[in-house]
């Protein structure tokens, strides 16, 4: 049953994110990769991690995308154009589309050669009690605690740098 | 099969159907309450007092043309109502209504154990169709899932009504999402648990022999801003911006029709249902009321307090006319949002007192 479970999800989980990058219309990229984040969460869930899952849906899905989303949906960008003009031949030419065929090639194969010298690790036992919430706060805030309030400082900056770009000078 | 799982599955397709007839009778209710407030009589040809307008409605709404705009995207506006509906209905999943119980106390009463020998079950089962441990997480979740029912919606319909009231419900959801998750985050540190049926035991019993222990009396501007945010969560007046009829036509759901429609209709009650069963579970004390019941009924106190705080949303539409959009905003980043943060750092001080961690 697990097992069974952890195929679909993982396939689900896959499939959304290439189709992710194959589509045109920004809207149903956003939407499928809104998919892959609820697969995965359902990977978590398998692992016996349910805070984990749940707070992966909080904040990618239940945020994040959000604001994707609404991004997506101000610019109202229908599909994405195949650019034409001297930059688009630049970059859309047949001379970078064939490089960068080569390069994903070379990427493909340096993956398959690493997932093939790859050896499994044991996991600590079959049946993985699950993660206490008590347990994760107690690593984050008592464990961790400086990179965690490291990490706050660093969006506080990020988030008052976004501010300060943003606004308009007042004339 | 294992009694014990047939009981739960019984119990499962209970909630569900109770869940279904709830918007059903609240429809009615709504219908009545307003008639009532504005000195009219409502829906009263409809069967004995109009009780069965309700079904009225719904033959009505299946017998309407399903319509779709030409600009619409087809599969996105297919998909909204069906991820709305869906959401409502699986975020009750984890609350619970009533204690655990294995029956016995209900099968004499009803003569069950003289007809068909039903004593009881062996083990007590949960009154709810899944007891998590991180439970008041999985329906924060799902709520915030639910936002993108109304977005799709209002994006898919190409329509600018539409589109404005996706915008408008968006904005509002996530601003009103953090005080709501701030509010109910005070009760997680005095019980000390995110699961909602431990949440509902830790509040049993009385203070000075007759006072509930329920966490509103602890948490009384908790329970008032989960109540305000809940109310904007749900998008009802006086916070129903997303679908303002004097400026949005019918804000997101303007080009839906029929089924569709009714979708969202129905969504729109159940996550009414689903706050206003959680507020009981987190604030009035679930299933435990001023004076106890027998073992097995405490579902009614449930019930009644749930009615009461619905009686009260619905009140609350009739009454109070709609505050200015940005005027919501602002109540709700100025106001609401440094009370609820006042409130968790006063709690998380007394709490940590009391508990001594």
Known sequence: MDALLFWILAAGAVTASVLVIGQRNPMRSVLLLIVSFVALAGLYVLLGSPFAAVIQIIIYTGAIMVLFLFVVMLLNVPTEEIPIGRAARLLGGAAPRRFGAVISAVLALELFWAIGRMTVLNMPGGDVKPTEVHDIGVRLFRDYAFAFEATSVLILVAMVGAVILARKEPR | MNPQIIAQLIVIGF???????????????????????????????????????????????????????????????????????????????????????????????????????????????????????????????ITAMG?????????????????????????????????????????????????????????????????????????????????????????????DFPEAEQELVAGYHTEYSSMSFAMFFLAEYVNMVTVSAVATDLFLGGWHGPFPLPDGFGWIWFLLKVLALLFFYIWMRWTLPRYRYDQLMEFGWKWLLPAAVLNLLVSAYVALRVNGW
């Open chain 2, 147 to 239: 936002v993108y029912g109304i977005v799709l919606a209002g994006w898919s319909s190409n329509s600018k009504y539409s589109l404005l009231g996706a915008l408008r419900a968006s904005a509002q959801m996530i601003s009103y999402e953090i005080s709501y998750g701030l509010s109910f985050a005070a009760v997680i540190m005095l019980a000390g648990s995110l699961s909602l049926g431990t949440i509902v035991d830790a509040q049993a019993g009385y203070w000075f022999g007759f006072i509930p222990k329920w966490y509103v009396f602890i948490q009384p501007l908790g329970f008032l801003i989960f109540l305000t945010a809940g109310v904007a969560e749900t998008n009802r007046a006086p916070f």
């Open chain 2, 15 to 141: 909630t569900f159907f109770m869940l279904l007839n709830s918007a059903a009778i609240l429809v009615y209710m709504e219908r009545k309450v307003a008639a009532f407030v504005q000195q009219r009589y409502g829906p009263y040809l409809v069967g004995p007092k109009g009780l069965l307008q309700p079904l009225a409605d719904i033959i009505k709404l299946i017998m309407k043309e399903e319509l779709r705009p030409k600009s619409a995207d087809a599969f996105l506006f297919y998909l909204a109502p069906i991820i709305s509906a869906a959401a409502a209905f699986s975020a009750f999943a984890v609350v619970p209504w009533g204690a655990d119980t294995d029956f016995s106390t209900l099968a004499r009463l009803l003569f069950l154990d003289k007809l068909f020998g039903f004593k009881g079950l062996e083990h007590p089962i949960h009154l709810a169709v899944a007891d998590v441990n991180v439970g008041l997480l999985v329906i924060f979740s």
